[in-house]
């Protein structure tokens, strides 16, 4: 069963954590990730993406300010309740806009002393390729992103994963969930039933389904769309792609695809797959791996684009 960490539970932008304690001394002295580098990056923005909050974050805001980073894990605009509240009140859900979402986050990374590391989950992911295009961050991770405008790869289990949003157009005006079976094929499937239905109970919120429509059409819209990225822009900064080999929803053929499309672009495009792992490998067990891979990854690139 997931354990439950509610003494990350808070409102506002989000969760945040700062810090250093006795697991990070252990990492540090015995492998797994080293401790923060005073040179580099000191903070880590961890973005969530749909049917999740920042809660879906909680292992990991521990693990990174045990080595010393501060961790902000900021709430999409109007979502910075718990996932309770928006369980039964998802309207902000449904008034969320892209657009809207990504001035938030430059805004709070304008404020911040440096460039910060940039972690995003699915949708997050997306939205990780949209900072860094905009000129934000060190160093950005996408785990299991949604696709930018332009990929057109669409393996059978993505639609059938997405299907409860997609099956009835007027859905694009309102905030959809799944039911605990549609989770655990979309999110979970590599989970027993009781260990998805934990999962769900912990995490599941609806999501806008203007986003999931929105990315449909955006291959067929004129003119850029939200989620569009330049992808031959030269001077973003490095980026990751971590795809789970069993992700029924943004499976690797998408992650790929997308990673493809940077050929052009001079800047650091990187991309590892887990085997074995679903959509929801930030949360299931053997996160760390995910988790330490990542932040290795993006030290090492963060320092390596400074120095150029």
Request: aromatic share 10%; hydrophobic share 40%.
């Amino acid at each position: 069963m997931l354990s439950v960490l509610s003494r990350w539970e808070a409102a506002g932008l989000g969760w945040s954590r700062t810090g250093q304690g006795a697991w990070g001394e252990r990492l540090a002295r015995g492998g797994g990730t080293v401790m923060a580098d005073p040179t580099g990056p000191d903070t880590i923005i961890l973005i969530h993406g749909l049917w999740m909050t920042p809660r879906i974050w909680e292992h990991w805001i521990i693990r990174y300010t045990d080595l010393g980073y501060k961790v902000l894990a900021p709430a999409y605009p109007g979502l910075g309740v718990e996932v309770e509240a928006l369980r039964d009140d998802p309207s902000p859900i449904e008034a969320l806009k892209v657009p809207t979402t990504v001035e938030s986050l430059q805004t709070l990374i304008g404020e911040l002393d440096g460039p910060p590391i940039i972690m995003g989950h699915s949708f997050g992911g997306a939205l990780v390729q949209i900072l860094l295009d905009h000129g934000f961050g060190a160093a950005g991770v996408a785990i299991d992103s949604v696709p930018a405008e332009g990929i057109k790869v669409v393996p059978p289990s993505q639609i059938r994963a997405s299907f409860p949003v997609l099956k009835n157009p007027a859905n694009r005006h309102r905030a959809v969930g799944f039911t605990p079976k549609e989770f655990h094929y979309a999110f979970t499937n590599t989970l027993s039933e009781e260990d998805s239905l934990a999962a769900f109970e912990r995490y599941h919120v609806p999501a806008p389904g203007s986003w999931v429509w929105g990315g449909v059409l955006a291959n067929f819209t004129p003119g850029h769309q939200d989620t569009y990225v330049d992808f031959k822009n030269d001077s973003r900064a490095p980026l990751l792609f971590i795809a789970g080999g069993e992700d029924n929803i943004m499976p690797p053929s998408v992650n790929e695809s997308n990673v493809h499309h940077y050929r052009k672009s001079s800047a650091v495009t990187d991309y590892k797959e887990f085997p074995e792992r679903s959509h929801f490998t930030v949360g299931q067990a053997g996160w760390e791996e995910v988790a330490d891979y990542a932040l290795n990854w993006a030290r090492e690139h963060a320092a390596m684009a400074s120095s150029d």
